[in-house]
C-alpha cells in the first residue's frame, strides 16, 4: 500500500543529540509496531479522501501523537510539517489563544490537493467544559478547511457534543511484546549492550508505555556500559526486587528499631521513594504464605499509608506505619495466648 518503508533512522548526525523518542518517532504508519486495526483504518480513510475529525484516548506513550504525525505524513509527504498545527489544550493561556491560532491557520491557503489541513489538539481532557463547548464551534466553523485530531488521556472528560463530532480510536497500552520488537530494533542501531535480565527489568517498568521504555533506555545507556538489571533499577531510582524481598523479610522477622533503620537506611542509600516500596511490597505480599486475617490487615494497612502518602504526608512517619503494620499484623498470625 505504502512506498516502502522509510529508514527508520535519519543519519544526518544532528539527530544523536536528540531524545531517542523524537530520534525514533515512526515515521510511516506502518511504522507503527501495535494498534493494527487503528492504522488500518485511518489509512482506509486517507485513500479514499474521507478523513473524519479524530478523537485519539489512551494512556501516553502508545503512538497517538505519532499516530496523527504518520498520517500528516503520508498525506502531504515531506512538507508535512506546515500543514499541521500542533496545539496543546492545556496551555494556561486558555480557548481565547487556541481559537485564534486555530483561525489564522485554518484561513490560511493551502498549497495541497487534499484541501484541508490538520489540527492536532493535544491534552484535551484538560480543557474545562465551557472551554471545550468554545471548541466545538470552532470545530463547526473550520470543518471545511481542517481536520481536527483531538487527544487525551481520558475520554469521559471530553464533552459528548465533541465526541459525537469525531471518530473515537482507544490506544491500548502497548504489549510487552510489541514494545520488546521495537527496543530490538533501536538497541541494534545504538549499540546497546543490553542483558537479557536488563530488557526483562526494562519491560516490566514500561508497563505498556513506550515513551517510558526508550527514556530509561536512554539515561542508562548514557550512564552505564552495559544496561542490566541492576542499571536498570538504580537509573529509575525503583526499588530492585532483591531490596524487596530483603525488606519483607526484615519486616517479618527483625525488631522494630532495627528494620525502621535498615529501611531508612537503604531508601537513603539507593534513593527509593515510599510510594514506590510500598507498590511493589503490595505486589510481594500476593506471594507470601501468611494467615489471611493477617493477610487483609496489611493489605488494607498498605492501602491507608498509600492514601496518606498521596495526599502529601511525611515520609518518615508513613515508613514508621508501615512496619508497625507489619509488626502488628504478624501477630495476629500467631496469638500469644
Ligand atoms: N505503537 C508504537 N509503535 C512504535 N513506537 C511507538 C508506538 N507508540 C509509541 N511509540 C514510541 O513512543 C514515543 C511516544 O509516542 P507518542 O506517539 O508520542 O505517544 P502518546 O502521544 O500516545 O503519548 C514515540 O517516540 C515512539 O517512538
Ligand atoms: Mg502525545
Known sequence: MSKGKGKLVDTSAQLDNLPWVEKYRPKSLSDLVSHEDITSTIETFIDANRLPHLLFYGPPGTGKTSTIL????????????????ELNASDDRGIEVVREQIKN?????????????????????????QAQAALRRVIEKYTKNVRF???????????????????????????????EKRLETIVEAEGINLTEDGKGALLKLSRGDMRRA?????????????????????CTGHPHP???????????????????????????????????????????????????????FLLEALSDIEYRLGEGANETIQLGALVGAFKLGTSLASPQA
Open 242 to 296: 532483591n531490596d524487596i524481598h530483603q525488606i519483607v523479610h526484615w519486616m517479618l522477622s527483625e525488631e522494630y528499631t532495627t528494620v525502621f533503620q535498615r529501611i531508612e537506611s537503604l531508601k537513603q542509600d539507593s534513593g527509593l521513594a515510599l510510594q514506590d516500596i510500598l507498590e511493589e511490597v503490595h505486589l510481594y505480599l500476593r506471594d507470601v504464605e501468611l494467615p489471611s486475617n493477617s493477610k487483609v
Open 149 to 179: 485530531c483531538i487527544v487525551c488521556n481520558y475520554v469521559s472528560k471530553i464533552i459528548p457534543a465533541i465526541q459525537s463530532r469525531c471518530t473515537r480510536f482507544r490506544f491500548a497500552p502497548l504489549e510487552t511484546e510489541q514494545i
Open 70 to 85: 504518520a498520517c500528516a505524513r503520508k498525506l502531504y509527504g515531506d512538507h508535512y510539517k506546515s500543514m499541521i498545527l
Open 105 to 129: 491557520f485554518a484561513s490560511t491557503r493551502t498549497m495541497y490537493s487534499s484541501g484541508f489541513k490538520l489540527i492536532l489538539l493535544d491534552e484535551a481532557d484538560a480543557m474545562t467544559t
Open 214 to 234: 526508550l527514556n530509561i533506555l536512554q539515561a542508562c545507556h548514557a550512564a552505564y556500559e552495559r544496561v542490566d538489571e541492576t542499571a536498570i533499577y538504580n
